[in-house]
């Protein structure tokens, strides 16, 4: 642990960045519309869910405030002393708040907005450039097919590798492995997500609680005439 930062610096960092990656963006904006975001597309909490459900607009604005989310919790955890390798504490933190909000009964979306915004301030100058390029690859390919995260995902995490190498980057090796793990670990969760969820719920608008349906009163047996 680096000079004079604590175990409380850490908590503090981490509780934090939990907090402001649960924020459940994308649920409250498609609520404001009359949609439930849950039982929608793909189910998920997202930009990209909400681009096809709600809008262009709203995804837009579901975007940049889930990236801003992730942008913040680092800034906070940099002004409780945290730096380096020691930020991927918050970074962390940030996405799993993002999986799994309290506020929504403990679902979410995959958390690439919010990764993209931990990057861009763990990494100004190494990381713009592979996310620029992410972004714009999704952003292309979101005409052609349902899914494009993680096409445009694999082009970003190939760039940080390639940049990784390069002296005004400030990457140290363990950083580089933590968010190639962090991506990873999106994937995963992405993957496993759509295996578990996808079409298991009834899509439903502003309806939370999907009953179950009534059974059946068995009929007593009727008297002879």
Not at 17 to 27: C, E, K, M, N, Y
Not at 76 to 104: C, D, F, R
Not at 118 to 142: C, Q, R, Y
């Amino acid at each position: 642990m680096t000079d004079g930062l604590t175990l409380a610096d850490l908590v503090l960092a981490a509780g934090v960045a939990f907090f402001l990656g649960s924020v459940p963006t994308a649920w409250l904006v498609a609520r404001s519309r009359g949609v439930n975001i849950f039982n929608v597309g793909t189910r998920q909490a997202g930009a990209a869910n909400v681009y096809r459900e709600v809008g262009r607009t709203a995804a837009i604005f579901v975007g940049v405030v889930d990236a801003a989310k992730g942008g913040v919790a680092i800034l906070i955890a940099i002004w409780a002393g945290l730096e380096g390798s020691w930020l991927l504490l918050p970074a962390v933190a940030a996405i799993l708040g993002h999986w799994n909000s309290p506020m929504t009964r403990f679902r979410g979306g995959d958390g690439v907005a919010t990764a993209v915004g931990v990057l861009l301030i763990m990494s100004p100058t190494g990381l713009f450039v592979p996310v620029l390029l992410g972004a714009s690859v999704t952003l292309v390919l979101s005409n052609f097919m349902e899914h494009p995260s993680p096409w445009g995902g694999f082009v970003g995490l190939t760039t940080i590798v390639l940049f990784s190498s390069l002296e005004f980057t400030g990457l140290s090796a363990i950083t580089v492995i933590g968010v190639l793990a962090i991506a990873a670990s999106i994937y995963l969760h992405s993957y496993m997500y759509h295996r578990r969820k996808v079409g298991a719920f009834t899509t439903v608008l502003m309806d939370d609680d999907l009953t179950d349906a009534p059974i059946p009163r068995t009929q007593k047996p009727q008297a002879p005439a």
